[in-house]
């Protein structure tokens, strides 16, 4: 079996996933970041987008995808946390709600609004 | 119905309905500190990881950051004080406001001019009342706070702190609320949230910070990590203050009210007593008429008999 990290996702008011992975990728603001198991001491701002968590389960591989809206990741002793004043599972994210909020938010000129159906939009389509 | 007994009747009646009104205030009161108690677990994961990913990056590097490096000589601090939007919460308010109080009068004395951000409108209107100057105040949120709401208060304050001394920014952020303790047990606590002083960060983390933290690798850098990562720290720890507040205030509601509903109890024992004296001596004073009257009846015919 591969060797495995331990991953902690954590919004300001719950926690949203844990578990173990093999590979995290995320999007830090000077790029994308894999993460696997024995990387070295990580500490990074993120950016707002799709978090793709690669799971390993006695019957097989899996992937989570979270939308994170802005955050940090760190990583250290084998133990990742990524945290985030929001974050959603992919599949808690209603796509056709997050399109008509992004034609709201494009009507109404909100660009914070826009970001955020943007990020949900995009982490539904990684899934 | 004489008119005595017919008083402690309507008294009796009206302590009734209000102790019906607090006994469901005590009961919603209790209802609602399981639900903040929760909220406070829930936002814990993500304040201990972000202590320890701030303590990791102000130990792990020689950064020097305007919110942590302590000013030579602070000049402005600024106090928030966190008190609740409606009363009947027994001392629960007057006592934040006092902590406050005396938490000013310290920093007045070491010579600091002293900004207050006031949440909640209690300590608004006792601020309002003596025409003291505040410098921003919230309301409308203490009895369930949001992490919306957290921003929203941090972000003045972040401001504040970030901006120069000489142009009205201030040095050091304090906060005064009230500490849940226990279903018993509130108490109003000050903290000094900036400058942050490492001791008390890793303190408050009980041993579990005796681990050494690795060297870490910043991305993209230290500086703009900690940038980051700074006001993200001060909000989670408004958010937990006003969480704490929430749960403290209606632990102080059910005391309050429990107590109400006691002496609601009380008062309408003594009236009953009071209203069963008054039917008894009513009865007794319309039995002695009609013997009186009934033995006078008795005489007069006795004497017409003759």
């Known amino acids: 079996m591969a060797a495995e990290l331990h991953v902690e996702l954590v919004a300001a008011d719950r926690q949203v996933w844990s578990g173990e992975a093999t590979l995290v990728v995320a999007r830090t603001t000077s790029g994308d970041i894999g993460v696997m198991p024995g990387h070295q001491p990580l500490l990074g701002v993120l950016e707002s987008g799709p978090v793709t968590i690669r799971t390993s389960t006695p019957e097989g591989a899996g992937t989570v995808v979270v939308a994170v809206h802005g955050g940090f990741i760190s990583f250290a002793d084998n133990k990742l946390s990524l945290l985030a004043e929001i974050a959603e599972l992919a599949d808690e994210i209603d796509a056709q709600r997050a399109e008509r909020a992004l034609e709201r938010a494009k009507s109404d000129s909100d660009a914070a609004a826009e970001r955020r159906a943007d990020v949900r939009l995009r982490a539904v389509a990684v899934r | ?306």
């Open chain 2, 1 to 306: 119905m004489g008119a005595q007994l017919r008083v402690y009747k309507r008294r009796i009646k009206s302590v009734t309905a209000t102790k019906k009104i607090t006994k469901a205030m005590e009961m919603i009161a209790a209802s609602r500190i399981v639900k903040a108690q929760r909220q406070v677990a829930a936002s814990t994961p993500y304040a201990t990881e972000l202590t320890r990913a701030v303590t990791a990056v102000a130990t792990g590097s020689n950064t020097k950051h305007p919110l942590t490096t302590e000013a030579e000589s602070p000049v402005r601090a600024a106090v928030l004080l966190i008190t609740s939007d409606r009363g009947l919460a027994g001392g629960y308010s007057a006592n934040a406001i006092k902590a406050a109080e005396q938490l000013t009068a310290r920093l007045k004395a070491e010579g600091k001019e002293v900004d207050s951000y006031i949440v909640g409108r209690k300590g608004v209107s006792y601020y309002g009342f003596r025409e003291r100057k505040v410098t921003e105040s919230w309301t409308g949120f203490t009895d369930s706070p949001t992490y919306a709401d957290a921003k929203k208060v941090a972000g003045p304050l972040i401001a504040a702190v970030q901006q120069d001394t000489a142009e009205g920014g201030v040095d050091e952020l304090h906060i005064v609320f009230t500490e849940f303790i226990s279903m018993l047990t509130q108490t109003p606590v000050q903290n000094r949230l900036l400058p942050l002083s490492l001791e008390t960060a890793t303190a408050e983390e009980n041993g579990a910070k005796t681990e050494i933290l690795p060297l870490f690798d910043f991305e993209p850098s230290a500086e703009d990590v900690l940038d980051a990562l700074l006001p993200r720290y001060v909000e989670s720890r408004i958010y937990n203050a006003l969480l704490q507040a929430a749960a403290s205030k209606h632990a102080a509601t059910r005391r309050a009210m429990k107590s109400a509903t006691d002496n609601a109890g009380e008062l309408i024992k003594s009236l009953s007593r009071l209203a069963n004296a008054a039917r008894q001596a009513e009865i007794t004073q319309e039995i002695s008429e009609i013997v009186g009257g009934a033995s006078a009846l008795a005489d007069a015919t006795a004497g017409s008999d003759k």
